[in-house]
């Protein structure tokens, strides 16, 4: 069995696979010591990925080390089965890194873009021969919302609606309208840009808000809340393959 984590900017999440399915799966706001040995209780682990997009924590990694057979910590150095492009891979977010490997696992030989909607939105484009282009960032929804009542002094904090209004009639629609269609009509400009550029490009959307923008686009979409799971597992069983 494999043991996935993927430590993110808000929460972590913890997979166990067996034969490439998903076992078990947890999110967790703090991810400890004491709820990984429950885990590897429950679960006979003996390989594992640990993926951090925050500062590692060394002694959660030295527990892992001592209780699996083997540990793969991601980082720029370890062996992919996709062609990086990118200019500074020391750089670049571990998951956005396994979003894309999620998405070659899953559509291999095909034009992808994967559009992840968290704390950031990410754009990443991969080609039909594998081979990861790059991407973009821009700031996630909830990040929109917390920056406009952040820095300036009258807007209030408010959250996603889920109706939308075309026009806001409030300061609260105003500023909900505002965000939301703007990440839609950016999503929407960045995805009808790449199609025509790269025929029968095919679009994933994950990360925590991706059911919220699923149904909003105008272009076809398919979404997938797990796909850094998924690459992350990819990357475990590329590097451990005879």
Same mark, same amino acid.
């Given at each position: 069995?494999?043991? @996935? ?16 399915? @998903? ?31 925050v500062e ?15 540990l793969l ?110 990440? @839609? ?28 923008? +699923? ?21 475990? +069983? ?5």
């Open positions: 069995m494999n043991l @996935i984590i993927e430590q993110g900017n808000s929460a972590s999440k913890v997979a166990v696979y067996e034969n490439g399915e @998903i076992e078990a799966y947890f999110v967790r706001k703090c991810l400890d010591r004491s709820f990984l040995e429950e885990v590897l209780r429950d679960h006979a682990c003996d390989r594992g990925i640990f993926s951090s997009v590692e924590d060394r002694d959660l990694i030295s527990f892992l080390k001592s209780r699996l057979k083997r910590v991601l980082d720029e150095h370890v062996a992919l089965p996709i062609q990086v492009k990118y200019e500074t891979p020391n750089t670049l977010g571990r998951d956005r890194l396994a979003a894309v490997v999620g998405a070659y696992t899953l559509k291999p030989r095909q034009n992808v873009l994967v559009i992840d909607a968290g704390t950031a939105i990410t754009y990443e484009l991969l080609d039909a021969s594998g081979c990861y282009l790059g991407g973009n960032i821009s700031p996630g929804m909830s990040t929109r919302f917390h920056a406009l009542n952040a820095y300036t002094s009258q807007l209030p904090l408010v959250s996603e609606p889920e109706v939308l209004p075309a026009i806001g009639v409030s300061t609260e629609t105003a500023i909900q309208a505002g965000v939301v269609k703007g990440i @839609i009509y950016e999503m929407d400009g960045y995805i009808d840009e790449l199609k025509a550029r790269y025929p029968n490009l095919f679009v994933f959307l994950t990360g925590g808000h991706s059911f919220y923008f +699923e149904s909003r686009l105008k272009n076809s979409i398919f979404a997938d809340i797990n796909l850094v799971l998924i690459g992350l597992n990819r990357i475990l +069983e590329y590097n451990v393959e005879d």
